[in-house]
């Protein structure tokens, strides 16, 4: 467990132990184990069939865990839904990102909890407000945008996602949940996102970073969970696991050594084609 700076032992945001999901015979999580605090980045890494959106749908709020310990800021909790989970604090970016492609970036950053001014029939939406505020919680973020006008769907993949991380921090979320923000997106975008998760880490936020990319993982986290059918296959933190180790364990290990060996070229027998000596042209 963390300590704090007087050295006491740091209540984790989110802690886990044991957790496990069933969906009748199916086992989707068993015996899963983890911790997010305060200005770290936890990735939990798996490839698909993992468990990882498993994982997400309990610290979510949207699926209840069958067995073991789900704890927010060290008390015991079984969130009955999403709404619930953001109560509590923890907010959850989904890969596919929900936002309205044509609606203003102003909206959208505020879409569902949009403040107001007037009373009565003269209540409306305070427009001003939620441009100025966009702007400035974006810039204050890293992000210069400009034009919050403009649709949201105009923005680059990576944009969009720092948008959503933007909102989280504003809103005031402790934990940030992000779903395979890099999975669809090219190198120089997969840095703008990963710059702004640290941003978010920086700003005092527990990290939750689900991936299966072993290289953006390690850029920024601070501890590393493996996901493999469901079960832990590791549960590392950085000084103690090389970005090597990591790979090689997010890949299976010994499994991938031994389809090395099954791949290898075998050699051509000579009556096959293969190099023959002792002849002459």
Same mark, same amino acid.
């Given at each position: 467990?963390?300590?704090? *700076?007087?050295?006491? $032992?740091?209540? $984790?945001?989110?802690e ?5 999901k069933?969906?009748g015979n199916?086992r989707?999580l ?16 798996g !490839?698909n ?16 865990? *069958? ?8 008390? $015991? ?12 604090g923890? =907010?959850?970016?989904?890969? !596919? ?6 609606m ?10 949009e ?24 810039l204050r ?5 400009? !034009?919050? *006008?403009? $649709?949201i769907g ?5 944009e ?21 923000p890099?999975a ?13 998760? =640290?941003a =978010?880490? *920086?700003?005092?936020l ?27 296959a ?5 000084p ?8 090689r364990?997010?890949?299976g ?29």
């Amino acid at each position: 467990m963390k300590s704090d *700076d007087t050295g006491a $032992p740091s209540v $984790p945001l989110v802690e886990m132990r044991d957790v496990s999901k069933y969906y009748g015979n199916i086992r989707a999580l068993e015996g899963v184990s983890l911790e997010v605090h305060a200005g770290e980045i936890t990735c939990v890494l798996g !490839d698909n069939g993992a468990g990882k959106s498993t994982l997400i749908k309990i610290i979510a709020g949207l699926h209840r865990h *069958d067995a073991g310990d789900f704890r927010i800021e060290g008390r $015991p909790a079984k969130l009955a839904n999403p709404r619930d989970a953001l109560d509590r604090g923890i =907010a959850t970016v989904y890969q !596919d990102l929900a936002v309205v492609p044509l609606m203003p970036v102003w909206r959208n950053f505020f879409l569902g909890s949009e403040p107001t001014k007037g009373r009565g029939p003269l209540r409306r939406l305070d427009v001003e407000l939620m441009r100025r505020t966009t702007y400035s919680e974006l810039l204050r973020m890293g992000i210069d945008l400009r !034009d919050v *006008d403009q $649709p949201i769907g105009t923005l680059s993949g990576g944009e969009r996602q720092c948008v959503a991380i933007a909102r989280a921090v504003y809103f005031g979320a402790k934990v940030l949940v992000l779903d395979e923000p890099t999975a669809a997106l090219g190198v120089k975008q997969s840095g703008v996102v990963l710059k702004y998760v =640290a941003a =978010a880490r *920086d700003a005092g936020l527990g990290v939750v970073l689900i991936t299966h990319n072993p290289h953006h993982a390690y850029l920024v986290g601070d501890r590393f969970i493996l996901l493999k059918r469901g079960v832990m296959a590791g549960s590392h933190p950085k000084p103690e696991i090389t970005l090597d180790d990591l790979t090689r364990e997010m890949a299976g290990g010994g499994e991938l050594e031994q389809l090395s060996h099954e791949l290898e070229r075998a050699p051509v027998p000579d009556h096959l084609g293969g190099h023959e000596t002792g002849h002459s042209a």
